[in-house]
């Protein structure tokens, strides 16, 4: 079964307001069993845009849905000459003041788990063990006939070997790692396919419109469950894979944060949104708890 994209969302009139006190977040993190569920907004200070927030990528890009991707080989094409390109800079993406606390709270016990919407790797990069990429991971590339999975650094080989002097200049990068190029820059680029059985690659990602895997969804539930509360980290909660999560979280009794510049759709069901930028205020949360965020040095991404 597959998700109809969600890409918009808009709040009413009487949402609830924002708050510029991390207060709560330093409450709920200093009595430990924090489930962290972070989103494209933790990422944006290492230089990868989010969706919906202020410049945006969504105000000019579309993301590709899993639909026309699969529908025809000119989707396929555009799709990877795109993601080719822009794997070069988002594989350069180092992680954050924001990424480094939440590894910090992690080393000193404080949170239950990491489970995160985002596909580039940096809460790993930044030493926090155990996340779940409840969207998949770019790192990774996973073929549609076969299942054989593959790491994206030898499909970037196999990508360089096919389309030598490919060097477009592109206008932006996006949350998916995808830049933005016109159909003439993309012009004839040459899509592989599996090494193994000749079938049609995938990046190992939940594109738009295509449903998160059930085992997945259930492990992150299991994980709501048996957390002491919920802490959201620069997501919009627009789409539904983290929207349920924290209707579970309240459903259960479990307080929700929400450290994010603007509204939320799960404002409603949020003790508190913390209306401030992500790093500052983590590192700001970590001081606050006697925790040094920047303790150690992150390992590098894979590229």
Known sequence: ????????????????????DPGPVADALSGGGVLVLSGAGISTESGIPDYRGEGGSLSRHTPMTYQD??????????????????????GRARPNAGHR????????????GVITQNV?????????????E???????????????????RDLARRLEEANAGFEPVAAGINPDGDADLTDDQVGDFRVVPCALCGGILKPDVVFFGEAVPPRRIEHCRELVRGATSLLVLGSSLTVMS???????????????????RDPTRGDPHALT??????????????????IPADDSTAAGQES
């Open 134 to 152: 409840l969207h998949g991971s770019l790192a990774r590339v996973v073929c549609l006939s076969c299942g054989a999975v593959s790491t994206r």
């Open 273 to 290: 949104r913390v209306a401030l930028p992500l790093g500052p205020t983590l590192s700001a949360v970590a001081a606050r708890l006697g």
């Open 242 to 260: 983290g929207l349920r999560l924290v209707r579970l979280a309240a459903e259960e009794g479990k307080p929700v944060l929400i450290v994010n």
């Open 120 to 132: 580039d790797g940096l809460h790993q990069a930044a030493g926090s063990e155990g996340v779940v």
């Open 1 to 20: 079964m597959r998700m109809r994209p969600t890409l918009s969302w808009t709040p009413t009139a009487d949402w609830p307001p924002g708050t510029t």
């Open 101 to 112: 606390a939440v590894a910090a709270f992690q080393r000193h016990g404080l949170l239950s």
């Open 69 to 90: 991707f699969t529908a025809g080989a000119r989707a396929r094409r555009r799709y990877w000459a795109r993601s080719h390109l822009g794997w070069r800079t988002f």
